[in-house]
């Protein structure tokens, strides 16, 4: 079945620990998301990439870092530069029909998402 | 910068009861709007999306209308079933950032 699979669903990061989350999908999708969900609020943007070996900052991209090496994987790195990493992570894909560096806009799909906690 | 918001933030409603989710986006230039369903721990599901130059997209029990021009899309679920209990949440895709910003979300219950 086709969809993006995200691993592991729980994680814990002891603190100066970088960890990373992983992020496949077999949509055959150009473009890649990470987005970070905290209680009560909306998703917040991470990192987002349109192409392989292309990647932009979101709105919260520091203490994160990403690498879009396959088009299939898209893995994000929480680095100990990450004072507060407690939250619910949520990668996503869609498709980009506009060519390079221009997204399309079409539905975005979600992977299960994965948990970290700091302890 | 867009700016997505939704009201209310909880609603509760018994089962059978039409009811209306509300959403708000500052800036009109949007390339579409989405609408989603996430349960408790889990991702989010696309229900309905609505390009710009439509009005509005149905799908089922779910009618989702959008005006661009004063930054409103509404949900409307008809007959809500204790099933339809989660948080529903719109985005907007931004032509300006070329992204998509989202709202804090409706978190329904609808009680049998």
């Known amino acids: 079945d086709g969809g993006i699979t995200q691993s592991p669903k729980y994680l814990f990061r002891k603190e100066g620990q970088n960890v990373t989350l992983s992020c496949e999908q077999n949509?055959?999708?150009?473009?890649m998301y990470w987005y970070r969900q905290d209680p009560g609020q909306g998703l917040r943007l991470i990192y987002y990439?349109?192409?392989?070996?292309?990647?932009q900052k979101g709105d919260i991209a520091e203490g994160y870092s990403v690498s879009r090496e396959k088009k299939e994987s898209f893995p994000l790195t929480v680095t100990s530069a990450q004072k507060n990493p407690t939250a619910f992570y949520l990668c996503?894909?869609?498709?980009?029909?506009f060519g390079v560096g221009r997204p399309s806009g079409n539905t975005i799909y979600f992977g299960e998402g994965s948990w970290l906690t700091v302890v | 910068k867009q700016e997505v918001t939704q009201i209310p933030a909880a609603l509760s409603v018994p089962e059978g009861e039409n009811l209306v989710l509300n959403c708000s986006f500052t800036?009109?230039?949007?390339?579409?709007l989405q609408w989603f369903r996430q349960d408790p721990g889990k991702g989010l599901t696309s229900l309905l999306l609505i390009q710009s130059s439509q009005r509005e997209q149905t799908s089922g029990r779910l009618n989702a209308s959008l005006d661009k021009s004063s930054g409103r899309s509404t949900l409307y679920i008809a007959a809500s079933q204790p099933g339809d209990s989660a948080t529903y949440l719109c985005?907007?895709?931004?032509?300006?950032?070329?992204?998509?910003?989202f709202g804090p979300g409706t978190r329904l219950s609808v009680l049998p």
């Open positions: 985005a907007v895709f931004d032509n300006y950032g070329q992204n998509f910003v």
């Open positions: 800036d009109s230039a949007i390339y579409n």
């Open positions: 990439s349109q192409i392989v070996n292309d990647f």
């Open positions: 949509l055959n999708h150009d473009a």
């Open positions: 996503a894909s869609s498709i980009d029909n």
